[in-house]
T-cell receptor, first 115, second 110 residues
Framework: GAGVSQSPSNKVTEKGKDVELRCDPI?????LYWYRQSLGQGLEFLIY????????KSGLPSDRFSAERTGGSVSTLTIQRTQQEDSAVYLC?????????????FGSGTRLTVV | GENVEQHPSTLSVQEGDSAVIKCTYS??????FPWYKQELGKRPQLIID?????GEKKDQRIAVTLNKTAKHFSLHITETQPEDSAVYFC?????????FGTGTRLQVFP
């Protein structure tokens, strides 16, 4: 596609429910990243996928968070048993290859509100 | 862990004045330093980047400088305009991902 697509754009969920956030990267981009942006805060790294390599999960805040990338393209970020502190904008980005050479293109994000 | 510090957190300038945002990083292996602009409710967009083999880069009213010895880089915006109002994020590469600063909210008053 022309850009990085994320869905849904907004999600309101009840505390304790599971949610799935989707990211469709730019076609041909081998690297895919998830970040979290809390209100008025910076961008917190969550997880990174590069080709067929094992993902870098070092930023996931707890075992309630997981992500997968099927077929080297679309990625899904799953948050189980959501808590109010999970409320944030979840941003996905993709890159042609390693970031030091190509940089990121961000999606528009999913605004998650846990009530 | 590795981190990027960014200052100031807010910056207000008069239209036509210059604005400077400063960042420091901790990973001596960092070699790529992009700057992103995020307008209210929109996605962060790359405005300029610099690699470690370059000390300065300029694109019209925007310039970035890098001091690898001091692990310090800065964004300079000259002749600011109201449309420059946004949140600006610096970032540094760290093992194939970017570590971001906490952002600077720039307000340009007409």
């Amino acid at each position: 596609g022309a850009g990085v697509s994320q869905s849904p754009s907004n999600k309101v969920t009840e505390k304790g429910k599971d949610v799935e956030l989707r990211c469709d990267p730019i076609s041909g981009h081998t690297a895919l990243y998830w970040y979290r942006q809390s209100l008025g805060q910076g961008l917190e790294f969550l997880i990174y996928f590069q080709g067929n390599s094992a993902p870098d999960k070092s930023g996931l805040p707890s075992d309630r968070f997981s992500a997968e990338r099927t077929g080297g393209s679309v990625s899904t970020l799953t948050i189980q048993r959501t808590q109010q502190e999970d409320s944030a904008v979840y941003l996905c980005a993709s890159s042609l290859a390693v970031v030091a050479n190509y940089g990121y293109t961000f999606g528009s994000g999913t605004r998650l509100t846990v009530v | 862990g590795e981190n990027v510090e960014q200052h100031p957190s807010t910056l207000s300038v008069q239209e036509g004045d210059s604005a400077v945002i400063k960042c420091t990083y901790s990973d001596s292996a960092s070699n790529y330093f992009p700057w992103y602009k995020q307008e209210l409710g929109k996605r962060p967009q790359l405005i300029i980047d610099i690699r470690s083999n370059v000390g300065e880069k300029k694109d019209q009213r925007i310039a970035v400088t890098l001091n690898k010895t001091a692990k310090h880089f800065s964004l300079h915006i000259t002749e600011t305009q109201p449309e420059d109002s946004a949140v600006y994020f610096c970032a540094a590469s760290h093992t194939d991902k970017l570590i971001f600063g906490t952002g600077t909210r720039l307000q340009v008053f007409p």
